[in-house]
């Protein structure tokens, strides 16, 4: 808490969402040869995937594939008719996210038709890659000496693979996203990483925040 992450270049995965919907044929566990699993084609699919990363990507270039959910099947005994999975891929060139996405929908598919079923994908854009503007992040960087003295600024921040939204903004507008420092040893439960129930932050680093936002409006108009 704190200090405020102002990193000029890439910061961030682009973040796409997909759906995959597998239709087999349902039929008694006795009798497998009579229908088509669609839980064994999810399975092999959720597996397959993974291989993308460490067979078809260089090991230099940062790609996720992560499969989060998946639900097939209505009973013990029977061959499930259908499966849904849902999954992410971070990336961080729109030449990898075209590929990437590409080959997760080409696999699916052929395993799909390998075991006689289908397979539908469904992708959702979620977020570009976010690149701050060099520019930008040396005027907050100022407004943040301002705010808090120098020596609070983090310029090298480590690449992170989540990604957001605001990075939409930044292809048609250079800006920079800053993180703000929310972590204090003395508030043990904002030391907790995001997506845990006991996740907190230090509520001063929101006027941090605040006064960054006023700041830099001030600076820019003059």
Not at 71 to 93: D, H, K, L, P
Not at 115 to 143: H, K, M, S
Not at 178 to 198: E, K, Q, S, V
Request: proline share 4%; hydrophobic share 40%; net charge negative.
């Amino acid at each position: 808490s704190g200090t405020v992450g102002l990193k000029p270049g890439l910061n961030n995965a682009a973040v796409d969402h997909f759906r995959i919907e597998v239709h087999g044929k349902s039929t008694h566990v006795s009798t497998p040869h009579l229908g088509t699993d669609a839980l064994y084609i999810a399975s092999q699919i959720v597996v397959a995937v993974q291989g993308l990363v460490t067979r078809m990507t260089s090991p230099t270039e940062p790609v996720i594939i992560g499969i989060g959910c998946l639900n097939a099947g209505t009973t013990y005994n029977a061959v499930a008719a259908f499966a849904e999975m849902e999954g992410t891929t971070r990336t961080i060139s729109q030449e990898s996210r075209d590929r990437v996405r590409a080959q997760v929908s080409e696999t699916a598919q052929s395993i799909a038709a390998l075991y006689g079923g289908t397979a539908e994908i469904e992708w959702t854009d979620f977020a570009a890659a976010l690149v701050n503007d060099p520019q930008v992040c040396r005027e907050a960087a100022e407004v943040v000496d301002e705010l808090l003295g120098e020596g609070h600024v983090v310029t090298d921040r480590e690449l992170s693979l989540s990604g957001d939204n605001f990075a939409e903004f930044e292809l048609y507008k250079p800006g920079a996203y800053a993180y703000l420092g929310t972590g204090n040893p003395d508030l043990p439960h904002t030391m907790i990483t995001n997506h845990n129930g006991g996740f907190d932050v230090d509520e001063n680093a929101l006027v941090t925040g605040a006064g960054l936002y006023v700041g830099y409006t001030v600076a820019r108009l003059g």
